[in-house]
Structures are given as C-alpha cells and as structure tokens.
C-alpha cells in the first residue's frame, strides 16, 4: 500500500511519497515511533487551529501520538538549523521533509494495524479520503 492509496489527493499537502528523501537518518526517525507502539487497530485525529493545544493535550495521553512537528524536533540537522538560522528559518527548511516522514510513519501505522493519534489540522481533501478510506478498512467507525 502507498500513501496514494491512503490519501490520493495528498500530493498537494507533499510534493514526493518517501521513498523519494529515504535515508538511514529518516528510518531511524521513523521506527522510533513503533518502539512503544500498540497493536491496535484504530484511528483518532485531534483537530484545531495551530496553537489551539492539541500536542499538549496528545503528549498527556497518548504514546502513539504522531505530530509532524515532533518528527521535525527529531531531525538533527533541523537541531542544527535552530542553532544557526532561528526557529522560523529551521521550520521552513524542515517542514516538507517531517511531512514526507509523518504521512510514511501513517501509511506504516495502518498497514501495520497500529493505533494512530493523529495531530493534524485534518480539514485538507486528502484527510476527509483518509477517514472514507479508514472506514473502509474498519479502522475506524465514524469520522466527524
């Protein structure tokens, strides 16, 4: 399964899939998200306005919380752009990639059967084909 199958319109959240940047630094990121993953097929999305809590509130609960902008966090090389540019300059350089890497690590989660707490805005096109085509798989029952 491809995140296109998952997601078919999420080429205009991410220009690439991730086989396109996969590095041994990138699979690094993402099986750190499986070590203490449960076997639990399920989905649930936080949504809200940026700044509105939702990673604070995930961070409290939930140890499959997935967060583009925790994957960002662990990038080293977006550590070192902190360092050297700020943090507006190291978001934009690093943003697409956490992207890239966040919507792997979902394809994975599901194809794995892993519980999912998703940290996103969740209003895009490809979201809305996400929740059809999780409902579809019996991941999920609803999707409001």
């Known amino acids: 399964m491809k995140i296109y199958d998952l997601m078919p319109s999420v ?6 899939d991730y086989e396109h940047i996969r590095t041994p630094e990138y699979e690094y990121v993402v ?12 989905f649930e999305q936080i949504s809200g306005a940026p700044g509105a809590g939702k990673t604070t509130f995930c961070k409290k609960f939930d ?9 960002m966090e662990n990038l080293p090389q977006y550590k070192n752009d902190v360092k050297e540019y700020g943090n507006v300059q190291a978001f934009k350089n ?3 990639t956490a992207r890239i890497i966040g919507y792997e690590i979902l394809r994975r989660a599901v194809e794995g059967g892993y519980k ?3 940290d996103n805005s969740g209003v895009s096109q490809a979201h809305l ?6 409902k579809s798989l019996h991941v999920i029952s609803n999707c409001v």
């Not at 140890?63 to 994957?71: A, K, M, R, V, W």
């Open 94 to 96: 690093h943003e697409m």
């Open 31 to 42: 099986a750190d998200f499986f070590k203490c993953a449960k076997k639990e097929k399920s």
């Open 129 to 134: 084909e996400l929740c059809k085509k999780l």
């Open 11 to 16: 080429t205009e959240l991410i220009p690439c």
């Open 63 to 71: 140890e499959n919380f997935l967060s583009f902008d925790e994957i």
């Open 116 to 118: 999912i707490v998703l």
